[in-house]
């Protein structure tokens, strides 16, 4: 079962990403001060193709911020930690609106909730 209270923040990467492999710290970052109020999980795009499944992926870093089984922002972002701090937190503070028509995005944010994540 989805918990549709949980915030779940899913990278898209890819292994061969030079800029993925220096956000790996900046993600990692945010996972622990977020702590208990939010999910993280990092996604190689390519070694969890059939996670990603139909959803296009085309720059790096690309993040999936969900509350449930709802996408609320999908998109590439600067790989800088103010920029997923105020992302997590405007999404903890209810600030972040679903974006529309975004039926493969939440069924990638429902697929990333049955995965778990630490």
């Given at each position: 079962m989805?918990?549709?209270a949980l915030i779940r923040v899913a990278c898209l990467c890819a292994q061969w990403c030079g800029v993925c492999g220096e956000?790996?710290?900046v993600f990692e970052q945010a996972a622990a001060a977020f702590g208990a109020r939010c999910t993280f999980v990092w996604i190689d795009i390519e070694d969890?193709?059939?996670?990603v499944g139909d959803v296009d992926v085309e720059n790096f870093p690309t993040l999936l911020?969900?509350?449930g089984d709802r996408a609320l922002f999908?998109?590439?972002?600067?790989?800088?930690?103010?920029?997923?701090?105020r992302l997590v937190q405007s999404a903890l503070d209810g600030g972040l609106e679903p974006?529309?028509?975004?039926?493969?995005i939440d069924a990638l944010a429902r697929r990333v909730s049955a995965r778990g994540g630490r």
């Amino acid at each position: 079962m989805i918990d549709a209270a949980l915030i779940r923040v899913a990278c898209l990467c890819a292994q061969w990403c030079g800029v993925c492999g220096e956000y790996a710290a900046v993600f990692e970052q945010a996972a622990a001060a977020f702590g208990a109020r939010c999910t993280f999980v990092w996604i190689d795009i390519e070694d969890e193709a059939e996670l990603v499944g139909d959803v296009d992926v085309e720059n790096f870093p690309t993040l999936l911020i969900a509350r449930g089984d709802r996408a609320l922002f999908f998109g590439t972002v600067t790989p800088h930690p103010q920029t997923i701090a105020r992302l997590v937190q405007s999404a903890l503070d209810g600030g972040l609106e679903p974006p529309a028509d975004t039926a493969e995005i939440d069924a990638l944010a429902r697929r990333v909730s049955a995965r778990g994540g630490r």
